[in-house]
Structure formats: structure tokens, C-alpha cells
T-cell receptor
Framework: GAVVSQHPSRVICKSGTSVKIECRSL??????MFWYRQFPKQSLMLMATSNEGSKATYEQGVEKDKFLINHASLTLSTLTVTSAHPEDSSFYIC???????????FGDGTRLSIL | DQQVKQNSPSLSVQEGRISILNCDYTNSMFDYFLWYKKYPAEGPTFLIS?????DKNEDGRFTVFLNKSAKHLSLHIVPSQPGDSAVYFCAASAQAGTASKLTFGTGTRLQVTL
């Protein structure tokens, strides 16, 4: 089956640090990847749609300058949380789907903790 | 505005019995629905999906039913097993293709007891 790898799985860092999260599709190419965020005991909320070779599309209320997305190749998208603060602490998950009638597959997520 | 709703935050079922998880949606543009299973600190795992042109899709122990007029879908797990204990998310998308964004419900925690 389609495999999506996300790295790192956990990050703990000081306030003001920028953190980069990678999302890779291991056995398929993905022109589109998605970044979600999940707060404890809540649903997954879409943050942005990452498009290979073009700018990401952000959902309403998501600061594009805060959450930088780069989709430089058909197998890699990165999310950079710039100058992270404690309120950015959350569980970030990416997803991608192979071409054709395939469901989205998710990475294992990144637990970000800002001290 | 919660467009996909899972009104039962938790469900407890005895091993071997049927688990029925429900999901309601409000956006009539949704035409593709999925169920995901999620363990803590892991990403969701795809279980089963259904297109709006169907009213039922079956895969092993998992069956999803779609009632478009009621804007309601359900996931049946028969027989339930202890390993099925997890949080189940219903998701929907508004485009025929699958490379489109998903709107998730709030999840239902299923506990399968011995």
C-alpha cells in the first residue's frame, strides 16, 4: 500500500525556534500533499494544501508567514513553523494520495512541543 | 461550522458483537466519504471509503453505509475485536477525485471489551 513518511516524530524546543517537518511519499508520486493539525481530543483540521511546483493554499485563519510550506518535488513537502511559540504546540500530520481513485494516506505525525 | 459530525464521542462494545459508528454531514457537495482509524500519537490509517454513487461498500469485517437523503453514513464492524479499539474518524471531500482536501469529524473512541 501507499506509504507516507513524516519526520521527525517528536520535537521539543525553545520558544523562538523555527522547526522544519518533512513529509515524504515513499512509493508513489504526489502532486498534492496536505498538512493537518490536531489539538488534544479534537478533530484533524486542515491547515494547507501543498502543491508541487507552486504556492501552497492555506485555509482561513492559518498564517502563511508562520507556517511555511515547500513542495519542491513529487515526493517531498516540508512544513516550517517559524519562530514557534508555546501556542504552536500541537500534533502536525501530513497526507498524500497516489494518482487515480486512491484514498489519502497519512504520515505518523509530528508532536511539536514548544517550551 | 462543523460540516462533519460524529455525535458519539465514545462507544463500548463487547468482543464478537457489532460496532456501529455514525457520522452526519451538512455539506451537500460532499461526494466521497472515508473512515480512518487512529491510535494515539500516530497518523490516521485508512479503513474504507464510499462514493456518493453507492449506498454500501464492504471490505472484510468493515462495511460502510451511505444514506444521501439523510446525509448520514455509518461504519459497521462485525465481529468486533479488541484490536479494533481506537478512535475512528469520518471524513468527507467535495470533489470526485481523491487528491482533494478532507473535512474530518471529531472522532468516536471505540472500546472493544473482552
Amino acid at each position: 500500500g501507499a506509504v507516507v513518511s513524516q519526520h521527525p516524530s517528536r520535537v521539543i524546543c525553545k520558544s523562538g525556534t523555527s522547526v522544519k517537518i518533512e513529509c515524504r511519499s515513499l512509493d508513489f508520486q504526489a502532486t498534492t500533499m496536505f498538512w493537518y493539525r490536531q489539538f488534544p481530543k479534537q478533530s484533524l483540521m486542515l491547515m494547507a494544501t501543498s502543491n508541487e511546483g507552486s504556492k501552497a493554499t492555506y485555509e482561513q485563519g492559518v498564517e502563511k508567514d508562520k507556517f511555511l510550506i515547500n513542495h519542491a518535488s513529487l515526493t517531498l513537502s516540508t512544513l516550517t513553523v517559524t519562530s514557534a511559540h508555546p501556542e504552536d504546540s500541537s500534533f502536525y500530520i501530513c497526507s498524500a494520495s497516489p494518482r487515480g481513485p486512491q484514498p489519502q494516506h497519512f504520515g505518523d505525525g509530528t508532536r511539536l512541543s514548544i517550551l | 461550522d462543523q460540516q462533519v459530525k460524529q455525535n458519539s464521542p465514545s462507544l463500548s462494545v463487547q468482543e464478537g458483537r457489532i460496532s456501529i459508528l455514525n457520522c452526519d454531514y451538512t455539506n451537500s457537495m460532499f461526494d466521497y466519504f472515508l473512515w480512518y482509524k487512529k491510535y494515539p500519537a500516530e497518523g490516521p490509517t485508512f479503513l474504507i471509503s464510499i462514493s456518493s454513487i453507492k449506498d454500501k461498500n464492504e471490505d472484510g469485517r468493515f462495511t460502510v453505509f451511505l444514506n444521501k437523503s439523510a446525509k448520514h453514513l455509518s461504519l459497521h464492524i462485525v465481529p468486533s475485536q479488541p484490536g479494533d479499539s481506537a478512535v475512528y474518524f469520518c471524513a468527507a471531500s467535495a470533489q470526485a477525485g481523491t487528491a482533494s482536501k478532507l473535512t474530518f469529524g471529531t472522532g468516536t473512541r471505540l472500546q472493544v471489551t473482552l
